[in-house]
């Protein structure tokens, strides 16, 4: 009785690590990326209330100064927004309170960043207290990401295939897959045209391209080997 326990329990832990036994896989990573020239700036816009000499120039005016700039440039009225108002009656100089001018902050949508120097010619300058960049996208980018995915995952398999016919192995399924996050698309800047010095500065436009967006997808895959 003692001996066919015993037997039992050998026959017990044989079948328990060999249901427990990993089938033989192979690890690659997948890479696919794309380089792209933005086609969607957003431009942080601050204009402030300012004092010609008694004349206080307010917000209304700055504003309508804007609204017509886009006009003439033909740029869609939707593509601005308000993004904040500020502002303060304390003057740091003087260490007392002064007359209250208002700042206020939109954010405005460009396909080309060409069109920047234009705007900023057709804005009151005095008005004008900051502009900038605030951020840079693409209208195809879900749609470029997702390409690259399938694209990464495709050179995933055939990284796999090409290692294992290097030793007679076949390739299996995918055991298990996991996206690398980059977690940001890195700046690489883009070439623009070269400006000829003796062109003449008075009709010179800028030909320069913003900096271009590097978009990546990178996948790690397991494949069981059959």
């Keep these: 009785m003692r001996?066919?326990?015993?037997?039992?329990?050998?026959?017990?832990?044989?079948?328990?690590?060999?249901?427990?036994?990993?089938?033989?896989?192979?690890?690659?990573?997948?890479?696919?990326?794309?380089?792209?020239?933005?086609?969607?700036?957003?431009?942080?816009?601050?204009?402030?209330?300012?004092?010609?000499?008694?004349?206080?120039?307010?917000?209304?005016?700055?504003?309508?100064?804007?609204?017509?700039?886009?006009?003439?440039?033909?740029?869609?009225?939707?593509?601005?927004?308000?993004?904040?108002?500020?502002?303060?009656n304390w003057n740091w100089r003087k260490k007392k309170a002064d007359e209250y001018l208002a700042t206020k902050r939109f954010r405005l949508k460009l396909n080309d960043v060409k069109m920047v120097n234009d705007l900023i010619e057709k804005l009151d300058q005095k008005g004008l207290n900051s502009i900038s960049v605030a951020k840079i996208s693409h209208s195809q980018i879900d749609d470029i990401r997702l390409g690259l995915k399938a694209e990464a995952l495709k050179n995933a398999k055939e990284k796999a295939k090409y290692l294992l016919?290097?030793?007679?192995?076949t390739l299996g399924s995918a055991i298990e897959i996991q996206e690398v996050n980059y977690g940001y698309e890195s700046p690489i800047y883009a070439r623009g045209r070269t400006f000829d010095a003796t062109e003449?500065?008075?009709?010179?436009?800028?030909?320069?391209?913003?900096?271009?967006?590097?978009?990546k997808a990178e996948f790690r895959v397991v494949f069981e080997i059959k």
């Design 3 to 88: 001996y066919l326990l015993i037997g039992v329990l050998t026959l017990a832990a044989l079948t328990g690590s060999s249901q427990n036994q990993k089938p033989k896989s192979i690890e690659v990573q997948g890479k696919a990326e794309r380089t792209v020239i933005p086609d969607e700036i957003y431009l942080s816009i601050a204009l402030k209330e300012y004092k010609s000499g008694n004349v206080r120039v307010d917000m209304n005016k700055l504003e309508a100064n804007l609204i017509n700039a886009l006009k003439k440039m033909k740029i869609d009225r939707e593509n601005l927004t308000i993004d904040n108002i500020y502002g303060y």
């Design 200 to 215: 003449s500065v008075s009709n010179y436009k800028s030909e320069l391209e913003f900096k271009s967006i590097d978009i």
């Design 165 to 169: 016919d290097a030793i007679d192995e």
